[in-house]
């Protein structure tokens, strides 16, 4: 039986789809009052003769305003985000903008500027207050970098040599003056350059403008809302912890963040396998996430109730104005689509290098079949949000849209939402929690608890005795010269545990009476400091297609070969012992040939060593059945040898070593010849050791 406890994840969706329609009333407000009256621009009357020349003009300010408001638009509005300021470095969470392809850097528009790792937070949001539409709005705006922009463009562009060829003459009356205006509906770039032109007959122009027809103000208020739901309603969060409450469980690949189940085994997760698996969860999950009333939105049905809640757990913004009235128009003909970067991540947990249940360490729990799942989980996570619009001349931006991106950053630590309000407190250990006994509890004969070291049989100093009895914990005292004599609370099948750091954690059933006195004799297995080597045993391909099969290659099970500078190691040890001896766990990450260092305890172990190969390698074509199958290069870091075993490592393996090599079976589908690789090679590791036929021969080496 399981009892999941989801902490109210499961319907936080449903809960910030109502609260924000109640809270964008202050948003409109301020939106509204950024509205002010455009002054008008109107074609100078020319004859037909001058017209080429102020074409020409106008073309090149249409080709200037096109390139900046594409790098407006790539640049999350900046045109050059460096120089207002942003920064980027190699981890996207501690940064103000995340870099991208091209050295192309693209700003948060809101994110959190204090450091993943410390206890108080300031977050930065950028619109209106580092970002504007129209000049005075804001430090920097879109109107004044346009302008910027194009006054130093244009008369870059601006060249009269081909019109004085034929029969031109232009003479400028002053320096070009840059102008831009975001319009209601339209943007007018205009440049107000006096020429005195003469051909056949003479004429004085001024003024050259285009407009561009985008509606950056309806873009920019998406926007500005989408960052406002963000910063005040934690919409991304919330959509995160939806994703984890979906993938976690007791029988899933994510440790559940709260559960209870009653059964004598436990389930363990690596903590690395566990950031890999959210940042999977995260990508497929993020670009869901989509914006009521715009073009792209649409409901997903996959025929289960609570993944289309997760799939479809979308914002309310409605064309409706009981809802949402837009100040530039409706939102309909915008488009909204969210992608997180998956190498992006910054994630901590409370279980290193396992995820495990409270009963793996506290073995009164463990001895009544009960397993307390308490996963706390910590991420911060760029989104990137793109706004696209259909565009009526696609010459232009020489595509049918314009695109509009920035960035935002999602923050949870101890599985909520953060914000500038939040005080940690720091995650309760999932190991034994105890009171201290008052002495009027203690009624039972005296107990005497005797504690050695099970390898040097010397007495143990500074042993923590623990006593359980029902649902109560208490603090014993600790052992003296090896010795610990105590009255205990009177109990019936108790449970006394005997915690020493650097040691195998021990428990055993303890009754205790008014009259009888009692001896306890524990000894504790000791953590022992190890040097790991890890090395592989090769396997050899013959044939190829379905008669292909991989054999061992003899002279490497008898002397294993050192792994490559391009490759990689984990190991994961599992100790499985008496019930009385708390489940161990431990894993470590071997880069080629370098040794690391592990604590064991005399055992016998579950072994697991998966092998990594990281440079790429080519499959070649294949024709099969007169079908030609095509190839590809792996560019990936790809499973290259596994090996699953139990082994027993015993006392005396420990006293008389200082390293242990662990061998790991190779498929070394590098070593085949380019021309004999196929695709169903990739398959081979996992399985060439399936039945565990190999494991006699690539026992552990003590050296």
């Known amino acids: 039986m399981i009892l999941n406890y989801k902490k109210g994840q499961v319907t936080v969706f449903i809960i910030v789809g109502m609260i924000i329609l109640v809270a964008v009333a202050s948003f409109l407000l301020i939106r509204q009052q950024t509205i002010v009256k455009q002054p008008i621009f109107e074609k100078q009357d020319i004859s037909e003769e001058f017209t080429p020349v102020v074409d020409y003009v106008e073309n090149c300010i249409k080709d200037v305003a096109a390139e900046g408001l594409i790098l407006l638009g790539e640049r999350g509005g900046f045109i050059d985000p460096i ?23 693209l700003p948060y528009w809101y994110y959190m500027a204090s450091a993943n790792n410390e206890n108080s937070f300031a977050f930065v949001s950028i619109p209106a207050v580092s970002l ?126 709260s559960a ?93 290098p396992i995820c495990k249940p409270e009963g793996a360490s506290s073995n009164w729990l463990s001895l009544i079949g009960m397993q307390r799942y308490n996963t706390v989980y910590d991420l911060s996570f760029p989104v990137k949000i793109e706004i696209t619009v259909p565009v009526t001349n696609k010459a232009i931006f020489n595509k049918d849209h314009y695109s509009f991106n920035f960035m935002l950053e999602a923050n949870i630590r101890n599985n909520e939402p953060l914000n500038a309000s939040t005080v940690l407190i720091e995650a309760l250990d999932t190991g034994l929690s105890s009171i201290t006994f008052d002495e009027i509890q203690k009624t039972s004969a005296e107990v005497t608890i005797a504690t050695k070291d099970s390898l040097t049989k010397q007495n143990l100093d500074r042993v923590n005795i623990f006593y359980t009895c029902v649902d109560e914990t208490g603090f014993m005292g600790e052992t003296v010269s090896g010795i610990l004599k105590s009255k205990f609370p009177i109990c019936l099948g108790g449970i006394l545990t005997a915690v020493k750091d650097g040691y195998i954690q021990y428990s055993t059933v303890l009754s205790t009476d008014i ?17 790991i080597i890890i090395k592989k045993a090769l396997m050899q391909k013959q044939g190829s297609g379905n008669n292909a099969k991989f054999v061992p290659v003899d002279s490497t099970f008898a002397n294993p070969v050192v792994l490559g500078n391009n490759e990689r190691a984990t190991l994961t040890i599992s100790r499985t012992d008496s019930i009385n001896e708390e489940d161990y766990v431990n894993f470590i990450e071997i880069d080629g040939n370098q040794p690391a260092e592990m604590q064991l305890a005399p055992g016998t172990y579950n072994i697991d060593i998966k092998l990594f190969y990281n440079d790429p390698i080519v499959i070649p074509d294949q024709d099969i059945e007169g079908e030609t199958i095509e ?55 996992s399985a060439i050791n399936a039945d565990g036929k190999f494991c006699s021969q690539l026992k552990p080496r003590f050296e």
């Open 631 to 685: 190839g590809t290069t792996i560019e990936e870091e790809f499973l290259n040898g596994d090996l699953v075993c139990k082994f027993e490592i015993k006392e005396e393996d420990l006293a008389n070593s200082n390293t242990i090599t662990f061998t790991v079976l190779s498929s070394n589908i590098p070593g085949i010849p380019e021309s004999d690789r196929e695709l169903t090679d990739l398959s081979i590791s």
């Open 83 to 105: 120089a207002s300021g942003f920064t980027s470095n190699s981890d996207a969470t501690e940064s103000s903008a995340v870099s991208l392809a091209d050295n192309w850097k």
């Open 260 to 352: 209870t189940e009653f059964s004598m085994s436990q389930k363990t997760w690596q903590r690395n396998d566990v950031e890999a698996r959210i940042k999977e969860a995260l990508q497929i999950n993020i670009p869901s996430l989509s914006v009521s009333g715009t073009a792209n939105y649409k409901q997903i049905d996959v025929g289960n109730s609570f993944r289309n809640s997760i799939y479809n757990s979308d914002f309310y913004l409605s064309a409706d104005e009981s809802v949402y009235a837009p100040v530039y128009g409706s939102f309909s003909d915008l488009s909204v689509y969210f992608d997180y970067l998956p190498a992006e991540l910054y994630f901590d947990a409370n279980c290193d």
């Open 132 to 257: 504007g539409i129209k000049k005075g709005d804001a430090p920097i705006t879109i109107e004044g970098q346009l302008e910027d922009f194009l006054a130093e463009k244009a008369p870059q562009c601006i060249n009269f040599e081909a019109f004085e060829q034929q029969g031109y003459v232009i003479t400028p009356q002053g320096s070009p003056e840059a102008v831009v205006l975001v319009a209601d509906q339209d943007i007018v770039f205009s440049i107000n350059y006096p020429l005195k032109i003469k051909k056949s007959t003479t004429v004085e122009i001024e003024n050259f403008f285009v407009r561009i027809p985008i509606n950056i103000n309806k873009i920019f208020e998406m926007a500005t809302l989408i960052t406002y739901l963000e910063q005040n309603f934690h919409f991304l969060e919330n959509h995160a912890l939806n994703i984890i409450t979906a993938y976690s469980g007791t029988d899933k690949l994510i440790p559940p963040m």
């Open 515 to 531: 009259q009888t006195k009692k001896t306890v004799n524990l000894e504790l297995a000791p953590k022992v400091s190890k040097n």
